[in-house]
C-alpha cells in the first residue's frame, strides 16, 4: 500500500506539473519545429537560388567563348536576368562585370556603360565595385566625359588608391590639365611600391615633361 501511495503521489505531482508547464512546453516545441523549418527551407532557398544563379552566369559565360551574330543578345540577357532576379548574388557582380568588358570591346560602349553604372550602383562585392568604377571613368573618359570620369573616382577604397591616382592623372592629361595629372600620377607612384604598374606610369610622367 505504501508503494501505491508513492506512485499516486507521483501521478498527482507530474499532473499538478503538466497542468501548470504544459501549454508552455507545448508552444516552445512548436517554436522550435517551425524555426527549425523555416532555417532549412531559408538554407534551401539559398542554395536553389545560388545554383540559379551560376546557371546563368555559366550562360553568360558560353555566351561570351562565342562568335555568332545572336552571342551578344544572349550575353545582355544572361545579364539582365543576373540583375533582376539575383541581384547579391556573387555571380551576378562578376557576371556584370565580365558582360561589360565584352561588350565594349565588340564595339558596344553605352550598353557596357549600362553594366558598370549598375554594378557600381547595386554591387553587393566591395572587391568588384571599385574595379567597376576604375572601368567606367576609363569608359567614360574615351567618351571625353570627364566631369562624369572624375566624379566615380571620389574616396577610394584604401587598397584602390593608387590606382584612382592613376586614373585620375589619365583623366586630367586626356582634359590637357598636365600639372594636376602629374600630381596624381605621382601620388599613384608614391602608392605603389614594388609595382610593376610603376613603370607604366613612369613613361606617363616622361612623356608629359616632354621627356
Known amino acids: 500500500m505504501a508503494y501505491d501511495l508513492e506512485e499516486q503521489e507521483k501521478l498527482d505531482a507530474l499532473k499538478a506539473w503538466w497542468d501548470r508547464y504544459g501549454t508552455l512546453c507545448v508552444v516552445i516545441v512548436c517554436v522550435t519545429v517551425a524555426v527549425l523549418a523555416s532555417w532549412r527551407g531559408w538554407q534551401w532557398y539559398q542554395n536553389h537560388q545560388a545554383a540559379q544563379a551560376m546557371s546563368y552566369f555559366e550562360a553568360l559565360e558560353t555566351a561570351v567563348a562565342e562568335q555568332d551574330e545572336d552571342a551578344v543578345g544572349r550575353l545582355k540577357a544572361a545579364s539582365a536576368t543576373l540583375r533582376a532576379d539575383f541581384p547579391s548574388s ?82 586630367l592629361a586626356a582634359q590637357g590639365k598636365m600639372e594636376e595629372a602629374r600630381t596624381a600620377w605621382e601620388a599613384a607612384m608614391a602608392g605603389l611600391k614594388n609595382d610593376p604598374l610603376q613603370s607604366v606610369i613612369e613613361l606617363k610622367l616622361d612623356a608629359s615633361r616632354g621627356a
Open 90 to 171: 556573387g555571380y551576378t557582380s562578376r557576371g556584370v562585370l565580365v558582360a561589360a568588358q565584352v561588350l565594349q570591346a565588340r564595339g558596344e560602349p553605352d550598353a557596357a556603360r549600362e553594366q558598370l553604372e549598375w554594378l557600381v550602383k547595386n554591387g553587393k562585392d566591395s572587391a568588384l565595385v571599385p574595379v567597376a568604377q576604375l572601368r567606367l571613368a576609363g569608359l567614360l573618359m574615351a567618351q571625353s566625359q570627364y566631369d562624369e570620369a572624375l566624379a566615380q573616382l571620389q574616396n577610394p577604397p584604401a587598397a584602390f588608391v593608387a590606382l584612382f591616382d592613376d586614373r585620375r592623372g589619365d583623366v
